[in-house]
């Protein structure tokens, strides 16, 4: 997630603070407009830094750098080996290995860590789906797979294969490539 997409909505949901700034491609909103323009360039520009460990693709060297302590020790949990880009991320996942998951979700009785995904988990029962596509009007409930989905009308294939050269939108795509192509292991993880 880039600086400015902490000022979107979706990862405030309780937060009342007026979003006028509507991304047109995603659906997030922003408090402000610069937050909406540096938002928007991640959309259009070119992903020209590519981490060497997972091949995903950044437009800055601040936010490949970002992005690498996932692959350090830098934020690691201490119980299960996991590794995070930020110390925030880092703390809000250690809190699932206690077990304390205090939200519930009064359809289902699923429990959650946060007021925020039990939020989000609520749209599976409500059938909300706030995150429209502008070209062709099919819904989403997560903000993600509003952005997934728009890489069928732009063609963006981020993920590429650093031995053969094929691109895949997704990167479990990716990676089951690998596993199936390059890989002489069999059944793979």
């Known amino acids: ?53 997972c091949e995903k693709r950044f437009s800055t060297q601040r936010y490949l750098n970002r992005h690498m302590n996932a692959h350090s020790s830098r934020f690691k949990c201490t119980e299960c080996g996991k590794c995070f880009r930020d110390k925030d991320k880092l703390s809000k996942h250690s809190q699932v290995h206690p077990g304390e998951k205090p939200f519930e979700c ?19 029962h409500s059938g909300e789906k706030p995150y429209k596509c502008h070209v062709c ?37 990716l990676k089951l490539h690998k596993c199936h192509v390059h890989s002489n292991r069999r059944p793979c993880d």
Do not use: W
């Not at 400015?4 to 491609?25: E, F, G, Q």
């Not at 009064?106 to 860590?113: G, S």
């Not at 989905?149 to 063609?155: E, L």
């Open 137 to 173: 009007d099919k819904a989403f409930c997560y903000s993600f797979n509003l952005q997934t989905h728009m890489r069928v009308h732009t063609g963006e294939k981020p993920y590429k294969c650093s031995l053969c050269g094929k691109s895949y939108t997704q990167s479990g795509n």
């Open 106 to 124: 009064t359809n289902c009785c699923k429990q959650f860590v946060t007021s925020s995904d039990l939020f989000l988990h609520s749209r599976i």
């Open 1 to 53: 997630m880039t600086e400015a997409d902490s000022n979107d909505i979706t990862d405030h949901p309780h937060d009342d603070k007026p979003r006028p700034y509507l991304c047109t491609v995603c659906g997030k909103r922003f408090a402000q407009k610069a937050y909406l323009i540096f938002h928007g360039k991640l959309h259009t520009s070119v992903n020209a830094y590519s981490c060497t460990e």
